[in-house]
C-alpha cells in the first residue's frame, strides 16, 4: 500500500468515525440568544469602570487579528463580522490613551440575553513545585501531547459542526476513544513525553482545570506550562460529584473547599478526581516576563483581572464584554469591568457565561476559587459591524445550548 493511499485511508476512517459520533451523540437543542443594542451609559458602572487593564488586553488581541485575512470571518455564532471590520477599529489604537473614551468612540455595546445559565466563575495559574527527574516526593508526572493522539476539528467538514471537535486514537482502521483519567493513572502513558513531576497529586489535578500554570523545579530554574491538547473524554466537575455523594453542599461548594477535601480524604480523593474523564496534556515554555499570563486559546499572554475565558462557539475570540456581576466575599462587591475574549474552557458554555482570568499568587487563587456569581454581559461591536446589524432593535440568533 502506498503512503498516499493509506493517508487517503486515514482520512476516510476519521471522517466516517467523526460523522458517526456527531450523529449518535446527545442532541443539543438550539439556544435563542438576542441581542438588543445599548447606550455606554445603559452600562451598570460603566463610567466608574477602570478599562485600561482591557485596553492593554485588546492590543495584543489585535495583533492576533493582524495575522489572518482581512475577508476572515470573526467566527462566534457569526454576528461580529470580519476580521477586516476589526483591524479597522484595531487600527485606531494608535495614540490611545483614554481607554473608556476608545471603546466609547469605536464600539456600540449590545446587552445578551439567553435562557439557562447567566454564571460567571474565575481561574488562575497555579505554582507548581516539581522536578525534570522521578525520585523521592517527585513522583507525579505531568505529560506531553501523545504522538498517538489524534484530534478532529469538526468544524472542517461540516459548517453545522463548527466548534465541535473529537479526539481518539486509531486502532487498525478505526478512530476509537482515547484512555480516560483512571487508566492513565493505572497505565501511564507510553506514547507521551513526562514534561516533569510534580509533589502534589491535587496540585497536578487543578493544573488540568485551569489549563495552565508555572512551575518551579528542585533545581531552582522556572517555566510556564500550557495547554497542549486534551483526552476527548467529557469533563466532569468533581464539585458536583462531591455534592451527589454528600460530602458538600451546594452552597458550600467552592475550589478552597474541594481542595480541603481531597487533602483530607487521601484514600478517596484519587476515586474522585477520576470521575473526571477528561484529561489535560500539556507543553512547556520558558518561564518569561513573571507580570504577563500564559497565552490563552487566542494565542496571546492573559492579562489579570482583563482577560475572560467565552463560549467561542458563540462569541468570538478578541471581542470585548462588559462583565456585570460581584465578586465574592462576606459582603459580595459590585464587579463592573470591561475584559477582553481571550480564552476557552471545558466547562464554560452559553452565551451569558464566562470565567475571569485572575493571574497567578494567593489572592488570584482565592478569587478564583470562591467566584460563582450570577450576572449580566454586554458585547461590544466596532461601529461598523453594529450599523450592518442595525441599531435600536433587538435581533434574535441561533447558538449552542449552555450545555456541553
Same mark, same amino acid.
Given at each position: 500500500m502506498t503512503r498516499r493511499v493509506a493517508l487517503f485511508l486515514i482520512a476516510v476512517f476519521l471522517l466516517t468515525a467523526a460523522a458517526i459520533w456527531f450523529l449518535q451523540r446527545p442532541k443539543l437543542a438550539p439556544s435563542g440568544m438576542e441581542l438588543t443594542a445599548a447606550q455606554f451609559g445603559d452600562l451598570p458602572g460603566w463610567r466608574a469602570s477602570n478599562a485600561r487593564g482591557a485596553l492593554a488586553a485588546f492590543r495584543l488581541s489585535c495583533g492576533a487579528l493582524a495575522k489572518k485575512a482581512a475577508s476572515d470571518g470573526m467566527g462566534g455564532a457569526g454576528y461580529a463580522g470580519t476580521v477586516g471590520d476589526w483591524v479597522e477599529a484595531c487600527n485606531q489604537l494608535s495614540g490611545a490613551s483614554n481607554a473608556r473614551e476608545f471603546f466609547e $468612540?469605536?464600539? #456600540?455595546p449590545f446587552a445578551v440575553r439567553a435562557a439557562g445559565n447567566r454564571l460567571f466563575t474565575g481561574y488562575y495559574e497555579p505554582e507548581l513545585r516539581a522536578s525534570r527527574t522521578r525520585h523521592g516526593v517527585y513522583q507525579v508526572p505531568v505529560y506531553g501531547l501523545p504522538s498517538d493522539l489524534v484530534s478532529v476539528d469538526l468544524g472542517k467538514f461540516r459548517d453545522e459542526w463548527k466548534g465541535e471537535q473529537i479526539a481518539g486514537r486509531i486502532e487498525g482502521h478505526k478512530l476509537t476513544p482515547y484512555s480516560t483519567r483512571a487508566e492513565i493513572d493505572a497505565r501511564g502513558l507510553p506514547n507521551a513525553p513526562v514534561l516533569f513531576y510534580a509533589r502534589d497529586p491535587v496540585a497536578v489535578f487543578f493544573l488540568h482545570i485551569q489549563g495552565s500554570g508555572r512551575v518551579a523545579f528542585d533545581d531552582g530554574s522556572k517555566a510556564r506550562v500550557g495547554y497542549a491538547g486534551k483526552n476527548g473524554r467529557p469533563y466532569t466537575a468533581i464539585g458536583r460529584t462531591l455534592i451527589e455523594r454528600g460530602a458538600l453542599t451546594k452552597d458550600s461548594v467552592s475550589m478552597p473547599a474541594i481542595r480541603a477535601w481531597l487533602k483530607a480524604h487521601? $484514600?478517596? @480523593?484519587? @476515586?474522585?478526581?477520576q470521575t473526571n474523564q477528561s484529561y489535560t496534556f500539556f507543553a512547556l515554555s520558558p518561564a518569561g516576563d513573571a @507580570?504577563? &499570563?500564559? $497565552? &490563552? #486559546?487566542? &494565542?496571546v499572554p492573559l492579562t489579570a483581572g482583563a482577560s475572560l475565558a467565552v463560549d467561542n462557539r458563540i462569541h468570538p475570540l478578541g471581542m470585548p464584554l462588559f462583565l456585570v456581576t460581584t465578586l465574592p466575599g462576606k459582603t459580595p462587591k459590585p464587579f463592573h469591568h470591561l475584559l477582553i475574549a481571550q480564552d476557552t474552557g471545558g466547562a464554560i458554555r452559553g452565551a451569558v457565561r464566562g470565567d475571569v482570568y485572575w493571574g497567578t499568587g494567593a489572592e488570584a487563587e482565592r478569587l478564583a476559587g470562591a467566584m460563582k456569581s450570577q450576572g449580566e454581559l454586554y458585547v461590544l461591536l466596532p461601529n461598523k459591524v453594529a450599523a450592518k446589524l442595525g441599531s435600536g432593535k433587538a435581533f434574535k440568533l441561533k447558538c449552542p445550548a449552555n450545555v456541553p
Open positions: $468612540k469605536n464600539f #456600540t487521601p $484514600k478517596d @480523593a484519587r @476515586a474522585v478526581m @507580570a504577563q &499570563g500564559s $497565552k &490563552g #486559546t487566542e &494565542g
